[in-house]
T-cell receptor, first 111, second 111 residues
Framework: QKEVEQDPGPLSVPEGAIVSLNCTYS??????FMWYRQYSRKGPELLMY????GNKEDGRFTAQVDKSSKYISLFIRDSQPSDSATYLC???????????FGTGTSLTVIP | NAGVTQTPKFRILKIGQSMTLQCTQD?????MYWYRQDPGMGLKLIYY???????DKGEVPNGYNVSRSTTEDFPLRLELAAPSQTSVYFC??????????FGPGTRLTVT
């Protein structure tokens, strides 16, 4: 069983739609949860960072962590064509520990 | 700040050749990482370092070597290149328990 599971998609939505991206994990020791956005032929860049359970909002983006279900989500409101990218979830146990990545979900927002 | 820089951007190697991928960060991060990214496989950790002089193996270290003589630099050495090492290589740095900052990547083809 992989540490982190993520549906690879691809996901295609019309502009303005609400997008939901999800990851599940098996390691209950994970404390730090991140979402990265990766444009084609570029390095991943941090989008959202959450510690432990709860919600975090940043503009059109909301990250949710449900540790009881070992499930994390990223919501994108009013999606834009510029949101078209691959989204990777990542998590770690804590300081000095390895980061574990999902395989990424490819998103296309159609104008 | 330049962040994380990687050289070269692209490289074609013949089977059995060797090369060094360079990585430099100017954020004074103690933690540095090397990942490889293959299509549909997500990011796999090759080696990481928690500080100058300290390195450790990740998930897929075979065929690679690293050194960390300074805080800023973390080169990755490929010895006896094989076609299985064809991939995109990303260097990243971190404060440890927080987010990773990625470089732009090196696209390597071994033929």
């Amino acid at each position: 069983q992989k540490e982190v599971e993520q549906d690879p998609g691809p996901l295609s939505v019309p502009e303005g739609a609400i997008v939901s991206l999800n990851c599940t994990y098996s390691n209950s020791a994970f404390q730090y949860f991140m979402w990265y956005r990766q444009y084609s032929r570029k390095g991943p860049e941090l989008l959202m960072y959450t510690y432990s359970s709860g919600n975090k909002e940043d503009g059109r983006f909301t990250a949710q962590v449900d540790k009881s279900s070992k499930y994390i989500s990223l919501f994108i409101r009013d999606s834009q064509p510029s949101d078209s990218a691959t989204y990777l979830c990542a998590m770690s146990e804590g300081t000095g520990n390895q980061f574990y990545f999902g395989t990424g979900t490819s998103l296309t927002v159609i104008p | 700040n330049a962040g994380v820089t990687q050289t070269p951007k692209f490289r074609i190697l013949k089977i059995g050749q060797s090369m060094t991928l360079q990585c430099t960060q100017d954020m004074n991060h103690n933690y540095m990482y090397w990942y490889r990214q293959d299509p549909g496989m997500g990011l796999k950790l090759i080696y990481y370092s928690v500080g100058a002089g300290i390195t450790d193996k990740g998930e897929v270290p075979n065929g690679y070597n690293v050194s960390r003589s300074t805080t800023e630099d973390f080169p990755l050495r490929l010895e006896l290149a094989a076609p299985s090492q064809t991939s995109v290589y990303f260097c990243a740095s971190s404060y440890g328990d927080r987010s990773l900052y990625f470089g732009p990547g090196t696209r390597l083809t071994v033929t």
